[in-house]
């Protein structure tokens, strides 16, 4: 499905080189100021075209243009709508795409789940165009959530103020600048990718949030990440190196009545319940599909092997824009739970 949440609920809409791309938000409380100027900084982080090497060179304005749910400046509390017009578009890109798909793109997957109906120009509905409306959704969920967990919502949380942030913390083995620009120009210069992880951060988060199973705190944050193009690995406070650990080195020391602890090898989530520390995940970032370099791969209409260049326009790291989309599918999910929490 395109929707994701329950109470906090987000449709994505559109294809990369179709009219436009867009979100539809359901369930945001009335009376929130917004204006298209609050999505200007979140969409620039995320843009292509800006002249950072190893982002695609594609051209979009990335105008934000609300369709509903907003009079006056202020959210209505029916269904917010927000679309993004596609200007950029070179179709001519990708016509050797529906004989040949990309190694490792859903360009495969998608003609065969979609009977060849689907759009296949670049990437279509799977494109990483898709990311735009999801970070513009965020916006919103920070908006909601910032308003619920202050008490302005019809739900009342402790007043604290949440805070998200992500960054890229390693490219292709290296956690350095320098090392990363290197690996990234490298890639840049003989037509190939490279993958990366982001660590997310989320503070000012209110004890108590989350299911014990199905809809635990990490389940509902993975369901999120993954529908974010290239992803394919996430990890919370000590992830994978607990495996390696003893007791006495992965428990959190308790500190005070509030729950805090002294270190947090948790991540802010304990029993699926998030227990008011700083919740922390990194995700992994696979390579863009997308390279010029030559790859053998299958012709599907001449039913052979053949040689295949990806022309075009396309991020040599992927890693690079996924910061501010982590931030908002993050405050997406801890709007939905917020609300659920005041359901019970």
Known sequence: MDTFGTFFKVTLFGESHGPAVGAVIDGVPPGLPIEAGDFARAILRRKTGTGKTGVSAR?????????????NGCTTGAPLAVMFRN???????YEALEQIPRPGHADFTASVKYNYFNDPRGGGHFSGRLTLPLVAAGVVALKALEAVVA????VSMPALRPAIHAEVVEIGGESGKEGMERIIGDCVASGDSVGGIVECRAAGIPAGLGEPFFDSVES??????????????????????????RGSEHNDPFIDSSGHTSKNGSGGINGGISNGNEICFRVAVKPPSSIAKAQET????????????????????IALRIP???????????????MAAGCR
Do not use: W
């Not at 990335?62 to 369709?67: N, R, V």
């Not at 200007?87 to 890109?93: K, L, S, V």
């Not at 990440?225 to 650990?245: H, K, Q, S, T, Y």
């Open 59 to 71: 051209q979009e304005d990335d105008i934000p243009e609300i369709l509903g749910g907003v009079y």
């Open 87 to 93: 200007r950029g578009q070179r179709p001519e890109d």
């Open 151 to 154: 008490g302005k919502g019809d």
């Open 220 to 245: 509902l944050i993975s369901h999120a990440v993954f529908a974010i193009p290239g992803i394919r690995g996430i990890e919370f406070g000590d992830g994978f190196n607990a495996a390696r650990m």
């Open 298 to 317: 299958f012709d599907f209409v001449n039913d052979r092997m053949t040689v295949l260049e990806t022309g075009g326009r396309h991020d040599a790291c």
């Open 324 to 338: 501010p989309v982590l931030e908002a599918v993050t405050a997406i999910v801890l709007a939905d739970l917020v």
